[in-house]
């Protein structure tokens, strides 16, 4: 539900923040930065009402016959829609000011926070609500924490809202591709359990993990950083460096993917 949510709720402006802030004056990017944090929850605001008001009717639908008992389910994911509305504003001005560090420290404090929530919930030997529940705070926590530490870093600015046409301009065009990356990463595996079995989702999702492991270890680390760097040196006209900076991105990606792949090939039955 979330992921389904967050295309309309964001209208593509976390890839217009990223395409249009690097490389401005700081001035300009803390006005455009508190504009789109305040859209972003007013958006969330809106979108978590209608899952509150419709929560009946939504469990109904997902879960079919007796959905009502997963209702308080769908009450966490009107809450969810703040925490990860604030952790993707908050990485995209980590990206924005390159700030790999900082964006590696927010990835990798979600991880610990959420696989520490997993451990209290088998230790205490409850169940999915509350593990729902303990990522929800995690997140919370992430979300709050990031905040705080730009409002220190960084310090912000009065909203400049006139800048989030800009943003909604060059994201909109994106958000029927958000939703075909949904497509591609979940509705295949509705037409396998409708052929086949819950059995075969499972081996399905562990070959999928498995072939999409080259893609974190090899591509990730600079595909990350790339587009607000491209972004950063396009808006200063340095389009000679854009473009360098294009072929050794690609052509890394390539050296590395293409043999990786036919390694995943020889390995793979026997890693599944």
């Known amino acids: 539900?979330?992921?389904?949510?967050?295309?309309?709720?964001?209208?593509g402006t976390d890839s217009g923040f990223i395409r249009l802030v690097p490389g401005n004056?700081?001035?300009?990017?803390?006005?455009?930065?508190?504009a789109w944090l305040i859209f972003q929850?007013?958006?969330?605001?809106?979108?978590?009402?209608?899952?509150?008001?419709?929560?009946?009717?939504?469990?109904?639908?997902?879960?079919?016959?007796?959905?009502?008992?997963?209702?308080?389910?769908?009450l966490l994911a009107a809450l969810w829609l703040f925490t990860s509305s604030v952790i993707n504003i908050t990485r995209s001005w980590f990206k924005a000011q390159n700030s790999v560090n900082q964006y590696?420290?927010?990835v990798l404090i979600q991880a610990i926070l959420n696989t520490a929530a997993a451990v209290v919930m088998l230790l205490r030997s409850e169940g999915p609500y509350e593990m729902v529940s303990y990522s929800l705070i995690a997140d919370a926590?992430?979300?709050?924490?990031?905040?705080?530490?730009?409002?220190?870093?960084?310090?912000?600015?009065?909203?400049?809202?006139?800048?989030?046409r800009g943003l909604i301009k060059f994201g909109l065009p994106l958000?029927?591709?958000?939703?075909?990356?949904?497509?591609?990463?979940?509705?295949?595996?509705?037409?396998?359990?409708?052929?086949?079995?819950?059995t075969a989702v499972g081996?399905?999702?562990?070959?999928?993990?498995?072939?999409?492991?080259?893609?974190?270890?090899?591509?990730?680390?600079?595909?990350?950083?790339?587009?607000n760097s491209v972004a950063e040196l396009h808006n200063k006209g340095e389009k000679d460096t854009v473009q360098r900076l294009f072929n050794y991105t690609v052509?890394?990606?390539?050296?590395?993917?293409?043999?990786?792949?036919?390694?995943?090939?020889?390995?793979?039955?026997?890693?599944?």
Request: avoid cysteine.
């Open 141 to 164: 926590i992430l979300a709050g924490g990031s905040l705080l530490f730009i409002l220190a870093r960084f310090g912000m600015a009065p909203p400049d809202f006139g800048r989030l």
């Open 104 to 106: 590696s420290a927010s």
């Open 203 to 227: 081996i399905y999702a562990v070959a999928y993990r498995i072939a999409y492991q080259v893609i974190p270890l090899l591509a990730k680390p600079w595909w990350v950083m790339f587009s």
């Open 25 to 34: 004056k700081m001035e300009d990017q803390k006005r455009t930065f508190s």
């Open 41 to 74: 929850f007013v958006m969330a605001l809106f979108f978590g009402t209608l899952i509150v008001l419709f929560s009946s009717q939504l469990a109904d639908l997902i879960f079919g016959t007796g959905g009502q008992e997963y209702k308080r389910f769908l």
């Open 175 to 198: 958000v029927p591709a958000s939703f075909a990356t949904w497509g591609l990463n979940y509705i295949d595996r509705f037409f396998i359990v409708g052929m086949t079995s819950i």
């Open 1 to 11: 539900l979330i992921t389904t949510v967050t295309p309309l709720m964001v209208l």
């Open 251 to 272: 052509g890394l990606t390539l050296a590395l993917g293409v043999p990786a792949s036919a390694g995943l090939f020889l390995v793979g039955d026997r890693l599944l």
